[in-house]
Nanobody
């Protein structure tokens, strides 16, 4: 019923920027709570950023000041703007929606390397 499709991952240099997109269907961005998680190699999945239906946001300490989560109701899409990327940001990034239950996208790989 809920489908989340991430895009925008890729290879970037340290200090660079990247914008991830999460296109949602079956859930309404601007009502549902949406979030980005990531899983770094050898580590468990962790919350990166979250945005409520009303637009309130919160971030992991490791990305505060560098990442910004936002939504576009017209496109029913959630974004994660990632600036000043570091090698430790390398991970698979997953979109999550709280819409009754919790739903996950397939993930998109972000690699930060020289």
């Amino acid at each position: 019923q809920v489908q989340l499709v991430e895009s925008g991952g890729g290879l970037v240099h340290p200090g660079g920027s990247l914008r991830l997109s999460c296109a949602a269907s079956g859930a309404t961005v601007g009502i549902a709570t949406m979030a980005w998680y990531r899983q770094r190699p050898g580590k468990e999945r962790e919350l990166v950023a979250r945005i409520s239906g009303g637009g309130a946001t919160n971030y992991a300490d490791s990305v505060k000041g560098r990442f910004t989560i936002s939504n576009d109701k017209a496109k029913n899409t959630v974004y994660l703007q990632m600036n000043t990327l570091k090698t430790e940001d390398t991970a698979v990034y997953y979109c999550n929606a709280h819409w009754g239950g919790y739903y996950w996208g397939q993930g998109t790989q972000v690699t930060v390397s020289s």
